[in-house]
C-alpha cells in the first residue's frame, strides 16, 4: 500500500522502522489502495501467526478494548478475517507491524525507542470507576499512541512524526533574564488535567485532621481518578491489591468494604462523580495522616517519606494494620494514642 502525496516523511520513517524491509506499508484514507502487494508479502517468508505472535503484537489486546481493536484492523486491515486470502490476511499484519514498530521507533514517556515492544501499558487499574482504555496505557506513552491511532488512523502517526521532527530539529533557545512566568498569576489549579498546586491539595495537610463530614477545598477538582493516582500510598503496596478494577481476593474486599462503609463510596457503585471524589479525597486524607503518625511502626525499605503504607496487616500498629483498623473501627482509630 502507498502513501498519498505530501506523506513521504511518514513513508521513511516507515521505511526506516522496518530497517529497509519494504513491508506494511500504511494505508492512505484519503486514495486507499487494494490490500497489500504481492511482491511485499512475498518478500516476508513469515506467517500471519509468525508476524502476530511478535512482541509488538503482545499487548495490544490489553492497551485497545475490543471495540478499539477493531478500530485498529480497519485502519491496517484484518488480519484474524479468515475469510480474506491468507495473502491479504499478511499483508494486513504486516500493515501492523508497520505501524507498531514506527510508534516503537518515536518512544515517548515511560517508553524506551527502538526496543522492538510496545511501553507504557498502564497495570494498576484502580476500580472506582468503569475503566475506559486510557487507564491501561500513560499519558504520552508508545501504548497510548497505539490507542490514539486505533481512533484516529494514520493522520495521527503523521502527527506525531511531525511532532517528533520538530522537536529533533527545534533551535534551543536562549532563557530570558527574567522568567516570564515570574509575572504571571498563580492559578491554584494547574491547567494541566486539573492537577491542583500541593497548596490545594488538602489531604497532605495535617493541620485539619480526617473527618467523614470534609470535602475538598475550593479550588480542588481532581475527580476520583486523578486524588487516587496523586496518594501512591492508596495504589502501592497492598493498597493496590484492596483497590484494584478487580480483586478475587476475598479478604482485600472486605477491607475495601470497610473502607467504603468509613469515608464513602469511591467505586463505580458511585454514579455521582463529585460524590465519589469527595469519598477518594477522604480516603487519602486518612491515608496521609496514617503516614504522618511517627507512632506507628514502618519497614526499613519504607519509611515514612516513601510514599506508600508499610508494615505488616496483622500488626496494629504498623500503618497498614492501622488502615485495616480504621476500615473497621473508623475515624476514633486516628486519635488513638
Do not use: C
Request: net charge negative.
Amino acid at each position: 500500500m502507498t502513501l498519498p502525496i505530501g506523506h513521504s516523511q511518514l513513508q521513511s520513517h516507515y521505511q526506516n522502522a522496518n530497517n529497509g524491509h519494504d513491508v506494511g506499508k500504511p494505508k492512505s484514507e484519503v486514495a486507499a489502495q487494494t490490500h497489500g502487494a504481492q511482491s511485499q508479502v512475498k518478500k516476508d517468508p513469515r506467517t500471519v501467526e509468525k508476524i502476530t505472535a511478535g512482541p509488538l503484537f503482545n499487548n495490544l489486546h490489553y492497551i485497545l478494548n475490543p471495540v478499539e481493536l477493531k478500530a485498529f484492523k480497519a485502519h491496517t486491515g484484518d488480519w484474524d478475517d479468515h475469510s480474506l486470502p491468507l495473502d491479504e490476511q499478511k499483508a494486513n499484519a504486516l500493515n501492523a507491524e508497520a505501524a507498531l514498530r514506527l510508534i516503537d521507533g518515536l518512544g515517548g514517556d515511560h517508553s524506551t525507542a527502538g526496543n522492538n515492544k510496545i511501553d507504557g501499558e498502564q497495570r494498576i487499574i484502580p476500580m472506582l470507576i468503569n475503566p475506559q482504555s486510557e487507564y491501561f496505557s500513560l499519558k504520552g506513552s508508545e501504548a497510548r499512541l497505539v490507542l490514539a491511532f486505533a481512533r484516529g488512523g494514520y493522520p495521527v502517526l503523521i502527527d506525531a512524526v511531525n511532532d517528533a521532527a520538530q522537536k529533533k530539529n527545534a533551535p534551543l533557545e536562549p532563557k530570558p533574564a527574567v522568567s516570564e512566568e515570574a509575572n504571571m498569576p498563580k492559578l491554584a489549579v494547574s491547567e494541566e488535567a486539573n492537577v491542583p498546586t500541593p497548596a490545594v491539595r488538602g489531604e497532605t495537610d495535617m493541620s485539619n485532621p480526617p473527618s467523614r463530614e470534609e470535602k475538598r477545598p475550593a479550588g480542588d477538582q481532581r475527580s476520583a481518578m486523578d486524588i487516587f493516582y496523586d496518594n501512591p500510598m492508596l495504589n502501592s503496596g497492598f493498597m493496590a491489591q484492596i483497590m484494584a478494577f478487580k480483586t478475587e481476593d476475598y479478604y482485600a474486599l472486605n477491607i475495601r468494604n470497610g473502607l467504603i462503609e468509613q469515608v464513602g463510596d469511591f467505586t463505580a457503585d458511585n454514579r455521582d462523580p463529585i460524590s465519589r471524589a469527595e469519598a477518594m479525597y477522604r480516603l487519602a486524607h486518612v491515608a496521609q495522616s496514617i503516614n504522618n503518625n511517627p507512632g506507628l511502626k514502618r519497614d526499613e525499605d519504607n519509611p515514612r517519606e516513601s510514599g506508600r503504607l508499610s508494615g505488616f496487616d496483622d500488626d496494629p500498629r504498623s500503618e497498614m494494620g492501622t488502615m485495616i483498623r480504621f476500615s473497621k473501627y473508623g475515624y476514633r482509630v486516628l486519635t488513638e494514642s
